[in-house]
């Protein structure tokens, strides 16, 4: 696995990366090709707690989590286990389909084990609309209109399906394909 620590309002020491590399390293045999693996770590450091956030990436999929905790190193634990939960949780998705090809390939399915319960996921509800060409001020004008979280929209300025979200920490988020919509 590669690995990217970084400190945000803290120093990353010795032991901090030490302890993410060894806790994260585990999880090496969850995947197919360990080393194609990229896991960004981010630490920060508040007042009265610590965050930390943990992404795991390869050419197929990402797994993320984020844990506040006033200690860091249980924050890192806590992560640790969000992360094989998402595992636990695509595993059993992808057995339902009986289709272990595309995302799941890069998964050693063998190696997660079992929640003593887990609940399906349902889609309560279905939308479909056409993407209006508008700009990310226009999205955000219309994002608030509506009282949404998060607005779909294509771009104006460069052709690309765009989510815009608000931020938790205050702010908006941009989220876009890479591909450019071809009509």
Do not use: W
Not at 46 to 74: H, M, Q
Not at 109 to 120: D, K, L, M
Not at 169 to 182: C, F, M, P, S
Request: glycine share 4%; hydrophobic share 35%.
């Amino acid at each position: 696995m590669k690995y990217q620590i970084i400190g945000k309002n803290i120093q990353v020491t010795e032991g901090i990366s030490s302890a993410i590399k060894r806790k994260v390293s585990k999880m090496d045999k969850y995947f197919e090709n360990p080393d194609q693996v990229e896991c960004r770590a981010v630490v920060r450091s508040y007042k009265n707690e610590a965050k930390v956030e943990i992404t795991l990436r390869n050419n197929d999929i990402i797994f993320r989590a984020e844990v506040k905790d006033p200690d860091l190193y249980a924050a890192i634990d806590f992560a640790i286990d969000k992360l094989e939960g998402q595992m636990r949780k695509l595993k059993t998705k992808l057995e339902r389909r009986h289709n272990k090809n595309g995302i799941g390939r890069s998964i050693i399915y063998s190696e997660i084990e079992e929640p003593f319960n887990v609940s399906e996921d349902e889609i309560v509800k279905t939308k479909s609309y056409n993407l209006k060409p508008i700009t990310m001020e226009e999205a955000i004008i219309e994002m608030e209109a509506i009282g949404h979280d998060f607005y779909v929209y294509l771009d104006t300025d460069d052709e690309k399906i765009s989510v815009l979200y608000k931020r938790k920490e205050g702010g908006y988020g941009l989220i876009q394909a890479e591909n450019k919509v071809v009509l």
